[in-house]
């Protein structure tokens, strides 16, 4: 045996490619929509600075998994999620700051693919993914990888944005070309590694689609979820995915009759336990941490019920001179008498208006609420009781009707940044039923 054959490793490098594989390849590129998009604009980063930020990661992610003498299912998906978020950066890179536009980007990372294939194909005499050892092999499957998730970025956002199919039109289009791949497995004798590269480009578009359709607003299709919740979840699913699937080869075959299957449901119930624990937990830490957040800037303040001590430590550093409780006038309530006492003792104005985060507020409300926030003294904190719902949608109507922000600025106040989450089976999904509602009166189309 001579020095290469032992220095190279006795398995594949890379996931398996089975159900699974798809299913964490999909949350994974989703990831990177979302993950994305958090970074250069939720956070404001800017798509240069993000793209800098994140190809960093990989680098360093591709770094460790070349340096590793086997496959690490963790470190496998941790890179494929990187190339997916710094994939996501470098087209919004190429369409937006270089102004090459959706359809321009898409076509000359095509020609990148289709090039890094053939040099792929060229040098090494095939393109399979099955059997990836050698530092050689592996650099061009990692470079495929990240040139696609780039063009799957574009693509996506193409048909999503400018072809007029919006998001879930864009999702069936792309979910039927998978579907013909996935016949074209199972019913013909097409190459598995021509079909394999044919969904892996396409996955990409699909999470680009799926990332948009759960992040952006429901005016524009979506479903409103935001950039922070859709990554956290996504993620989450992705970690349950790896975790489940990760068990040595031998486990289940060396277990006794019953206990595969026992094994398999106390997984799952795991998962979905993690799953459900991620928002949930998320939400619960925004409550307990007072959920402050900068509405206008030493103008308008949100957060969750204040405690008297949180009440004057906000009053003292941002000069408070009124509060909106808008869970209305309780006294006898231990909550309310203490914030009464609170606000006096501190010389702020008290402004009570009940509304309901489970009830679609009337035309009336909305009135009285824009007559408040116009003639409250300032700098005004919102809140409600956790600060997620009602404070939003108030946040949301001020911007818009008394700060003049535009209909997508406005709209973020109603976001999973700040715990609310927009699903229409929640109840209170009434709040963006009433943004919707509230539109026209706030001078935005139908």
């Known amino acids: 045996m001579d020095a290469s ?69 963790f470190l496998y998906w941790t890179v494929v999620l990187a190339t997916s978020t710094a994939g996501t950066t470098i087209s919004d890179y190429m369409d937006r700051t270089l102004d090459l536009g959706y359809a321009a980007g898409a076509a000359l990372l095509s020609a990148t693919l289709v090039a890094v294939l053939l040099i792929w194909r060229r040098s090494v005499g095939s393109l399979s993914v099955s059997d990836i050892r050698t530092p050689r092999v592996e650099a061009f499957y990692w470079t495929a990888i990240l040139v696609s998730n780039t063009l799957g970025t574009a693509v996506g956002d193409f048909l999503a944005d400018s072809s007029g199919l919006g998001y879930v039109g864009s999702n069936l289009l792309i979910s039927g070309a998978i579907a013909a791949i996935a016949a074209g497995y199972f019913f013909t004798s097409l190459s598995r590694t021509g079909l ?58 060396a277990a006794p009759r019953g206990k595969g299957w026992r094994r398999f449901w106390l997984r799952m119930a795991t998962a979905v336990a993690l799953l459900v624990s991620v928002p949930a937990g998320y939400r619960a830490y925004l409550y307990f941490a007072g959920n402050f957040h900068v509405v206008a800037e030493g103008e308008v303040y949100r957060a969750a019920q204040p405690t008297p001590e949180r009440l004057a430590d906000w009053a003292a550093a941002y000069h408070l001179k009124s509060v909106l409780n808008l869970r209305g006038h309780r006294p006898g309530k231990a909550w309310y008498d203490a914030e009464v006492t609170a606000a006096k003792q501190l010389g702020v104005t008290l402004i009570d208006y009940p509304l309901s985060a489970d009830i679609v507020p009337t035309a009336a409300q909305v009135a009285d609420l824009i007559e408040i926030l116009a003639k409250a003294p300032k700098p005004l904190l919102i809140h409600c009781k956790e600060g997620a719902d009602r404070a939003g ?54």
């Open 5 to 73: 054959s032992a220095a190279r490793p006795s398995a594949s490098k890379v996931a398996a490619v089975t159900s699974a594989f798809w299913i964490m390849k999909i949350c994974a590129t989703t990831v990177g929509e979302t993950g994305g998009d958090m970074v250069s604009m939720t956070m404001n980063v800017g798509y240069a600075a993000s793209s800098l930020i994140l190809l960093s990661v990989f680098g360093l992610a591709l770094a460790a998994q070349l340096r590793a003498r086997s496959f690490h299912p």
């Open 196 to 253: 394999f590269w044919g969904a892996f480009v396409l996955t990409r578009p699909f999470g680009a689609t799926m990332g948009d359709m759960l992040t952006k607003s429901p005016a524009k299709g979506g479903l409103g979820i935001g950039t922070v919740g859709a990554s956290a979840v996504l993620l989450a699913i992705l970690v349950i995915c790896i975790l489940v699937t990760s068990r040595p080869a031998n486990t289940h075959r």
């Open 393 to 446: 949608f108030v946040s949301a109507v001020y911007l818009a009707a008394i700060a003049g922000a535009d209909e997508d600025t406005a709209e973020a106040q109603l976001s999973f940044r700040f715990g609310h989450v927009s699903l229409p089976f929640i109840p209170s999904y009434a709040m963006d039923e009433g943004w919707e509602a509230a539109g026209p009166a706030l001078g935005f189309a139908d």
